[in-house]
């Protein structure tokens, strides 16, 4: 696995990564993975006369069954209202899935002695009998919800279960999925500390599945899924679902394979929880449609499992089992596709880095950046924390007591990173003084970049309540969408070719979290767009990656988080990372492994900067300054201010002087970078 589960411990705030790295080492030592259908499912249905319910009903609420009615169930079973603890019931259900192909039931487990769990030696011993296998889906953390406390409990789980014959297994090592809900309560980073504890302490070791794509999950847990997919289907079109379908799920397969871990596809029949939930949410089943289109796409995006919410989640209406208003349409669909997705065997997938970056660059990159400390807030969740370990560069993750302490300055750390969702603590000790911290941090010049994994950083406090404070920190973010427009062309262009490993123009992505939250300068001292938002007519709608310098101190950087979720995440990372080096720590070390640009490139590159400081180069004598001549001229003089930015660069300055100017007083300088043509810095002569 991938710098081997980077073997990480959380010493006194500290992240300390194993040494080795790469993810050619983590494909090569991928587990051999059967193709497989797994269908979530839900033990905790009791009735008065079933041997769970026992004299009282459970999670079914009111059943009326002469009008086929049950008040927490959208539909109604074939079955009728049952008693998941019946052994007759376990077995027809095992029957159902064994006809439909599916292999695995994956079954709601909520502790402990819980209701859940009393079910489970039955279901895995219905399991057996029919030739199926299941293992536990592992619902929330209890308290006090640490690392150590949910790896205790899973190998406790483990401990019961784990060696029955029909547990699923990969390797000889039971499978946990984890669900949403718990992956939250610890976070990735605790996560990591967990799945180390738990393959540590059960003595076969355990396969964990975790649920959320993301570059950071992909390095956490052995295999990555999703529960469900309703809040991305609602209101779509069955066009919509094909469209968003084919360009979702080839994105998650491709992530499991470049981390080397087990890829999977989720599918839903339809989803309605208006039942149990006002306003709640609803996805049309379209006859069958919207389910036929999810597999045909999944068995093209040829993952290693497909997973079905579910086989019986009847309060959500997401169920193939049987029932009185679909009869047995669902099953016999899951048959059809199932069969053919197994029966053909997985072909080759091989993963290309984007971007053409060499091992070179990023071992220069990772030795510049080593030479200075790089913090990153609590909670990191996004690519950009995972990539930098993933690189081999060592950031300090901080806890909120050292960032209202001595400890966060810009002599300690020059660059902090904010790498979490959009929550933040922002009370320790006196209110607010998070926030007083990071306002010091910048005006004593610290670099602030944020690199969310959500749509808003900063967005809401450790109570979960929005207070949008990222203005503060100049991060001057504003709402644009939550779906783009329809029948409108976006293109994200680089202003000034500042990325040098990052295509000039590109499109908006079509599928995935489309929140746009866009950066608009307002009163920053210096503004610096690297990748900027366009549509089919050429007017900017924000930017997506940005540079710039506070009225109140410091800088700032700013990532859109969706991007990080795309196939020009890597690229936009390493040039990001190298521009700041260059930037904030004056290293002048990393450079693009490019051929010096031509003089035509320059001008080009110092004439679109030109026009962003509302200079218009065809009215003006462009001067292309040979060896620099004019500018060491110019900064002899005792009255010209150094330009820092230029120290430690091999630049080209290009002069902008007006045509009615006979000489070169007032001009325009633009100075550029000759290997990959970046704006280091324009300075206007009074």
Known sequence: ?????????????????????????????????????????????????????????????????QNKNISQSTHYPALGAYDSHDPAVIDQHCQWAKAAH???????????????????????DGCKRHGLTACIYYETVPQPQTARTAAQDIIKVLEKYGSHEAHLKVDGKPVVFIYGRAVGELGLTGWLEAVKLIKAGYKDGATILGDQFSYGSARVFDGVHTYNTAGSLAGMSLDALDKWATGTYGTWVQLADAAGKISTVTVIPGY????????????????????????????????????????NEWHEGSEIEPSAEFRQKYIDLTTEFAGRFKAAP???????????????????????????????????????????????????????????????????????????????????????????????YLSAGGCLAALPSGPWPFYRDE???????????????????????????????????????VPGRFSFPTSGDLRWRPFFPTDHADYTPLLQLRSRTGGSLGDAVVYARPQSGGRIAYLWFELLNGPQAEPILYDLFTFLSNRILGAGQVRATKAQLSKEQIIEAASAAARRE???????????????????????????????????????????????SDVLGGPLWVFIDRSTGNVLAVVHDP
């Not at 991938?2 to 990564?17: C, H, K």
């Not at 207070?467 to 973010?477: A, D, E, I, P």
């Not at 969408?481 to 000034?496: A, N, S, Y």
């Not at 001067?623 to 630049?651: M, Q, T």
């Open 1 to 65: 696995m991938v710098r081997n589960l980077l073997l990480a411990l959380f010493v006194a705030g500290t992240f300390l990564p194993a040494s080795s790295r790469g993810q050619a080492q983590a494909v090569a030592e991928r587990p051999q993975v059967e193709r497989r259908v797994l269908a979530f499912y839900y033990p905790w249905y009791g009735i008065p006369t079933g041997p769970g319910g026992a004299g009282r009903t459970v999670h079914w609420g009111g059943i009326d069954a």
């Open 102 to 124: 599916i292999d695995t039931f994956i079954v709601s487990w909520w502790g402990h002695g819980d209701y859940t769990d009393r079910a489970m030696p039955l279901i895995l």
């Open 272 to 311: 309605d929880d208006t039942k149990i939930r006002k306003p709640g949410l609803a996805v049309d089943r379209f006859d069958g449609s919207l389910y036929r289109i999810q597999w045909q796409r999944a068995i093209e995006a040829d993952p290693h499992w497909v997973l079905v919410t579910s086989f």
């Open 346 to 440: 997985r072909g080759p997938h091989t993963v290309t880095p984007p971007g053409g970056i060499t091992q070179e660059e990023k071992d220069r990159l990772r030795d510049s950046l080593r030479k200075a400390r790089i913090a990153v807030l609590p909670a990191a969740e996004s690519m950009a924390f995972w990539w930098l370990l993933d690189v081999g560069v060592e950031p300090q993750l901080l806890t909120w007591e050292q960032v209202v302490g001595t400890d966060l300055t810009p002599a300690n750390y020059p660059i902090l990173l904010y790498c979490s969702n959009e929550g933040y603590r922002r009370t320790m000790h006196e209110a607010n003084d998070v926030d007083a911290a990071l306002v010091r």
């Open 463 to 501: 109570n979960g309540r929005g207070v949008n404070q990222s203005h503060r920190f100049g991060l001057t973010l504003r709402g644009g969408w939550e779906r783009p427009p329809e029948g409108v062309d976006l293109w994200f262009t680089q202003p000034d070719s500042q990325l040098p490993h």
């Open 614 to 660: 509302r200079w218009n180069p065809e009215q003006s004598k462009i001067v292309y300054d040979e060896g620099n001549a004019f500018w060491r001229r110019a900064i002899a003089s005792p009255s010209r201010k150094p330009v820092p930015e230029l120290e430690g660069h091999d630049y080209q300055a290009i002069v902008y002087v007006r045509k009615e």
